[in-house]
C-alpha cells in the first residue's frame, strides 16, 4: 500500500492525534497544515516535518493552494468543519472530518452532498465503530446471538472532572459557540446506537437540563475562581486539584492538561489557572449546556432504545444492555456478558484492548483503528474498510437534532422515512 499524502487542518489534539498516528505508522505522511494559533502552528510544522511554503494561518490559504496531497484531516472547531470540508471535497480532497459532522443539519447536507458530487471519501470521526468492542458487539448481532434485538439500555459516562473540564470551563460549554452537548459529546453514542440496529429510529423524546453547574450550586463561600478559593480544597470540581496531578502523569499532561496550558510547571499551572478560562468556579462560568440527558428512541419495529448521558460518573466506558428474543447481552467497552435463552448458557467475551475510554487514550483503540482504515481506504480507493460516509454520518445526526427538538419543546419527533 502507497504511503498517503495528507494534509492537516486544525493542529489541535485531535488533528495532531490522527496526524500523528498516520506518520508514526508509516502509512501516511504530513506534507501541508493549517492551524491560526502561531506556536501549534509552528510545533506541528516542525514534528511532521512540513515545509514552510505548505504551512498556513488559515484553511482557506491551504485550499487556495490548490490540491496538495491525497487527503485533508480537518479537526478545526466544531462551527468551523463545513466550508474547509465542502472546499477539500470540491478540490478532489478525500475527507477525514473529526465529529460532530456540522453544527446545523444544513451545513451537514452540504456536506454530504459535496461528498456525492465529487464522488470523494468524507468520513466522520465516529471513532466509537471501531474498537475491538464493537467489532465483536456488531458480530454477536448480525450473526443472530440473541435473536432480535428488542431493546437496549446505554449510558454514557462522562465523568465529573471531564465535565467540568469540557462542557463548564472548556470550549464546548455553550449551545451558540459550540452546540448541544447531545451533538458535541453524544453524536458518537447516537451513531453508535444507530449502527448497532443498522437503521434509525423512527420516533424520539427526550428530557435533560442543566441541573448543577449553576450559580445556585456553589457551596458558601466559593469564589469566582479556584485559586482564590476558600472552600477549594473540598469541592470535587477543583481545578487545583485536576490540573496540579495532571503534571506527574504522561498521558494526562497531553490531555486535558495541554488545552490549559503548555507550560506543565507548578507555576505554569498556576498562573493559566489564575487568568484563564480553566481556572474558573464551575458554579460561575457561562455554561449553559446540559449535564444530563436522556433520550428515548423507537424503531419501525417496535424496537426501543433508551440512552442516558451524565456529567455525574467516573469516567469510564459506555455501559450497554442489549436485551433480545433469544438472548442478552451486557457490555462495558470491554467485556461482554451472555446469556442464551434457548440453552441456559451463560458465559463472557473479552475483547479486552490497551486503550482506556478518553481522548486521550484513543477511545478504546477506535481512533488508531479509524485512521488505519481512512488511510488504506485513500490508498486503495476501498471504501468499503470505512465503517460509514457521509450519508449514513447525516443520518446519525439526524437523530441527534431530532432528539434535540424534542427536549427543547417535550414533543415526540418523528424522523422522515429512510433517515
Same mark, same amino acid.
Given at each position: 500500500?502507497?504511503? +498517503?499524502?495528507?494534509?492537516?487542518?486544525?493542529?489541535?489534539?485531535?488533528?495532531?492525534?490522527?496526524?500523528?498516528?498516520?506518520?508514526?505508522?508509516?502509512?501516511?505522511? +504530513?506534507?501541508?497544515?493549517?492551524?491560526?494559533?502561531?506556536?501549534? /502552528?509552528?510545533?506541528?510544522?516542525?514534528?511532521?516535518?512540513?515545509?514552510?511554503?505548505?504551512?498556513?494561518?488559515?484553511?482557506?490559504?491551504?485550499?487556495?493552494?490548490?490540491?496538495?496531497?491525497?487527503?485533508?484531516?480537518?479537526?478545526?472547531?466544531?462551527?468551523?468543519?463545513?466550508?474547509?470540508?465542502?472546499?477539500?471535497?470540491?478540490?478532489?480532497?478525500?475527507?477525514?472530518?473529526?465529529?460532530?459532522?456540522?453544527?446545523?443539519?444544513?451545513?451537514?447536507?452540504?456536506?454530504?452532498?459535496?461528498?456525492?458530487?465529487?464522488?470523494?471519501?468524507?468520513? *466522520?470521526?465516529?471513532?466509537?465503530?471501531?474498537?475491538?468492542?464493537?467489532?465483536?458487539?456488531?458480530?454477536?448481532?448480525?450473526?443472530?446471538?440473541?435473536?432480535?434485538?428488542?431493546? +437496549?439500555?446505554?449510558?454514557?459516562?462522562?465523568?465529573?472532572?471531564?465535565?467540568?473540564?469540557?462542557? +463548564?470551563?472548556?470550549n464546548w460549554r455553550r449551545s451558540d459557540t459550540s452546540a448541544p452537548m447531545l451533538l458535541t459529546k453524544s453524536c458518537h453514542d447516537i451513531d453508535w446506537l444507530v449502527y448497532l440496529f443498522g437503521r434509525s429510529p423512527h420516533r424520539v423524546s427526550s428530557f435533560g437540563s442543566l441541573t448543577h453547574f449553576r450559580a445556585e450550586g456553589a457551596p458558601a463561600g466559593a469564589a469566582a475562581r479556584c485559586t482564590d478559593c476558600p472552600v477549594e480544597s473540598t469541592c470535587p470540581y477543583s481545578a487545583? /486539584?485536576?490540573?496540579?496531578?495532571?503534571?506527574?502523569?504522561?498521558?494526562?499532561?497531553?490531555?486535558?492538561?495541554?488545552?490549559?496550558?503548555?507550560?506543565?510547571?507548578?507555576?505554569? *499551572?498556576l498562573e493559566a489557572l489564575r487568568t484563564g478560562p480553566y481556572g474558573r468556579c464551575v458554579y460561575a462560568c457561562d455554561n449553559d449546556v446540559v449535564d444530563h440527558q436522556v433520550v428515548s428512541m423507537e424503531f419501525d419495529d417496535g424496537a426501543t432504545c433508551s440512552f442516558t448521558m451524565s456529567a455525574f460518573t467516573p469516567q469510564e466506558h459506555r455501559r450497554t444492555r442489549l436485551l433480545g428474543t433469544h438472548g442478552y447481552l451486557d457490555g462495558d467497552g470491554v467485556t461482554i456478558r451472555t446469556v442464551d435463552f434457548r440453552t441456559g448458557a451463560e458465559g463472557v467475551v473479552d475483547t479486552r484492548t490497551a486503550a482506556g475510554p478518553s481522548a486521550a487514550d484513543g477511545h478504546g483503540g477506535g481512533d488508531e483503528a479509524l485512521m488505519d482504515a481512512f488511510v488504506a481506504a485513500v490508498a486503495t480507493g476501498d471504501r468499503g474498510v470505512l465503517k460509514s460516509d457521509a450519508a449514513a454520518s447525516l443520518a446519525s445526526h439526524r437523530v441527534v437534532w431530532a432528539a434535540e427538538r424534542a427536549r427543547t419543546t417535550g414533543a415526540v419527533v418523528a424522523l422522515a422515512a429512510g433517515v
Open positions: 500500500m502507497s504511503r +498517503v499524502t495528507l494534509a492537516l487542518v486544525g493542529a489541535g489534539l485531535r488533528g495532531q492525534s490522527y496526524a500523528r498516528h498516520a506518520q508514526t505508522s508509516g502509512s501516511g505522511r +504530513v506534507v501541508a497544515l493549517a492551524e491560526p494559533d502561531p506556536a501549534r /502552528r509552528a510545533a506541528a510544522a516542525a514534528e511532521f516535518g512540513v515545509p514552510q511554503d505548505r504551512v498556513y494561518a488559515d484553511w482557506s490559504e491551504l485550499v487556495a493552494a490548490g490540491r496538495l496531497a491525497d487527503a485533508v484531516i480537518v479537526a478545526t472547531q466544531d462551527r468551523q468543519h463545513a466550508e474547509p470540508a465542502i472546499a477539500s471535497a470540491d478540490l478532489g480532497y478525500h475527507v477525514l472530518l473529526e465529529k460532530p459532522m456540522a453544527t446545523t443539519e444544513g451545513e451537514a447536507a452540504a456536506i454530504a452532498a459535496a461528498a456525492e458530487r465529487n464522488k470523494t471519501m468524507i468520513a *466522520v470521526c465516529h471513532v466509537l465503530r471501531y474498537t475491538p468492542y464493537t467489532r465483536t458487539l456488531k458480530r454477536m448481532l448480525d450473526e443472530g446471538a440473541i435473536g432480535r434485538l428488542v431493546s +437496549v439500555q446505554h449510558l454514557e459516562p462522562v465523568g465529573w472532572w471531564h465535565q467540568a473540564h469540557s462542557f +463548564v470551563r472548556g487545583k /486539584r485536576l490540573y496540579l496531578d495532571c503534571l506527574d502523569d504522561p498521558e494526562r499532561r497531553y490531555w486535558p492538561l495541554s488545552a490549559v496550558t503548555e507550560d506543565h510547571t507548578e507555576a505554569g *499551572v
